[in-house]
């Protein structure tokens, strides 16, 4: 890698940082493009080196969400060989959030409805078309997941798509009203909103399954 | 009533009825102001006796929509003894709605955000601050029933306002997907969704406490 992309792809990681920040805590529609410009300290047409617009760079926020959440997810489901211990630790994994994680996920409920609606920019259309896959691939993952938890008897039977969407619909209604300033903190949040996605399971925190 | 604030209220409803399709359907955003005059068959300038702005009619929805969730959980609740009957009401009632209800709640959930950002017109930031309020009002009931529920014994001791949260969190995550013209139904979503908002709760859907 050459010193000059070393560079752009510090500033890369910048901008995205600076984004994640305006867009969580104000919003992406009231924040503008050259407020995330300012805030790297680079003029704004610099900043189109990096994104086409706006837009395209919520949706890279998006898209490396995504791919984070899904690595995290296999990576702790593929640790444990017990069901109940994997989805206890992904339930707590949830939690396990810096600052920056908790904006960005509040960026993630927030604009999730801007993956449904098509762009006519084609850079733009691409990259929310890979989220709105990402998110769909996620959700298929924890069904997978859960499926194969119930044929081990490890948590009821049930519809493992409805359930995946019902623990994951829980979760993300969190970030809709939690704010990282707040004072009620991210372990207070994890004890109580953890055991109640474990509960949706059918699943008590530290005990036997609960039908 | 004269016949002409009659027909006027007649109008009205008409007018709503359209928003809540077009809203809930195609999205707020996406609804052009004209197009619901065109539904009613009206002309736009007619459209401004009755609301100032497409976004004094969609306050105007939300508004209504909350008053009718409080009545209806007000009256339930009021109606058994028994706490976790109550609950159990509440939970089955969530998921009695008609195709405009259901449209109603997508249109709640997909705009709960413009709630929280300030209107420079009056009339406006009048209707938006009562949408607000209501909301509050509305999980402050919710979490003062689960609160009684508590001191009786009837469900696990917990934090009532999280609860309430996690609870209405889960109900509202659910109209973030479903569309009624979907091949699953509403008593399907009842029986599913239903019993895991019991679940959230610690309350099984036909037997004892569960903790």
């Known amino acids: 890698m050459t010193r000059r992309s070393r560079d752009e792809g510090v500033r890369r990681v910048e901008i995205l940082d600076a984004a994640i920040d305006r867009f969580g805590r104000n919003g992406y529609e009231n924040t503008k493009w050259a407020d995330v410009a300012d805030d790297v300290g680079i003029g704004p047409t610099a ?14 926020i998006l898209d490396e969400a995504l791919d984070e959440l899904r690595e995290r997810f296999d990576a702790i489901t593929a640790e444990h060989a017990d069901p109940r211990d994997a989805l206890r630790a992904v339930c707590a994994d949830c939690f396990a959030l810096s600052e ?7 960026v993630l409920v927030a604009e ?73 903190v991210l372990p207070t949040l994890a004890e109580f909103f953890g055991a109640r996605m474990l509960a949706v399971a059918g699943v008590q925190r530290d005990h036997a399954p609960v039908v």
């Open 47 to 60: 900043l189109y080196h990096y994104f086409d617009s706006k837009q395209h760079c919520l949706y890279v």
């Open 100 to 106: 920056r994680e908790v904006l960005r996920n509040r």
């Open 112 to 184: 999730q409805a801007l993956l449904s609606g098509a762009s006519t920019a084609q850079r733009e259309e691409q990259a929310r078309l890979a989220g709105r896959e990402k998110t769909r691939a996620l959700e298929v993952a924890w069904a997978r997941f859960l499926a194969d938890a119930m044929r081990q008897g490890a948590i009821p039977e049930r519809n493992p798509r409805m359930l995946a969407r019902a623990i994951l619909g829980l979760y993300n209604s969190i970030w809709h009203w939690y704010r990282p300033d707040q004072t009620l």
